[in-house]
């Protein structure tokens, strides 16, 4: 058993007396077993934040329908212009974010890894929102969430390579595969299960939402607790925390534009550029390094995570009082010829209750 030398305080104890607990003691001082409370609780917050995590993704493969997903597949220029966006642009970003603000080294992974991240429910959530393409919005989704099983090793090596070849830092890569592998293959279950049990599938999606709202707090609460010392954080982790999710909205949407998608297509990408899947981000740290590094880097997903609900908030705000202050309903905004009535999709259908109420 670990042994820590404790000192007793000499105003609150008498002087040749040691705590209940000690195992040896000599006048003042005191040997007792050290507390293994932190070790105990993160572990259990590693299994519960796995669980949870799991169930999110299980429940996003739910969201699936396989027959739509394969038409994007098929005609795949919406598919590579995201996959562009959330495997180019994001984390080339976080790169240029990480240099410019000269941020530790393992301050830029967790940054870069954040930037890598797939989008999540709340970007398909948005897309609805804002009239995207649903049916583009959950398949970007799912490719990005597969796809990253590969491309978050790659872009960690091509963008870590400066701080890993100086030495300041170790990529734990086998952490990171093993934790991508274990949360991406709920989403292949959960598109199997839509595809046979489609009713049961909505019953899942409804309670994969509830528990990734449990995930943030629990995150939030429980890492609070572990990694104190991690609340203190550097202005520049702000600042870059601020940044980042504007950038990914601004840029997604710009190149979407210049790929020549139509507006509606448009907002889609922004959205599923921007708004990263912060739950995946959290598990995967948590899982992949030392308690000594999760208190330099363990805030900065709930960072990013705060402001890109935030900037998101504004991007729709500003999007609802364009459609009232020109009087148009989703069918008459403009969006160039290619505005054709879309074949309704289902998470319209699963999803009513997310529609604002017209009056």
Known sequence: MDLAFQAADPAMNDPNSCVDNATVCSGSSCVVPESNFNNVLSVVLSTVLTILLALVMFSMGCNVEIKKFLGHIKRPWGICVGFLCQFGIMPLTGFILSVAFDILPLQAVVVLIIGCCPGGTASNILAYWVDGDMDLS????????????????????????????SGSIVIPYDNIGTSLVALVVPVSIGMFVNHKWPQKAKIILKIGSIAGAILIVLIAVVGGILYQSAWII???????????????????????????????????????????????????????FTPEELNVIFTFPLIYSIFQLAFAAIFLGFYVAYKKRHGKNKAEIPESKENEKEPESSFYKANGGFQPVEK
């Open 138 to 165: 959950v398949s970007m989704t799912t490719c990005s969430t597969l796809l990253a099983l590969g491309m978050m090793p790659l872009c960690l090596l091509i963008y870590t390579k400066m701080w890993v070849d």
């Open 234 to 288: 550097a202005p520049k982790l702000w600042i870059i925390g601020t940044i980042f999710p504007v950038a990914g909205y601004s840029l997604g949407f710009l190149l979407a534009r210049i790929a020549g998608l139509p507006w509606y297509r448009c907002r889609t990408v922004a959205f599923e550029t921007g708004m990263q899947n912060t739950q995946l981000c959290s598990t995967i740290v948590q899982l992949s």
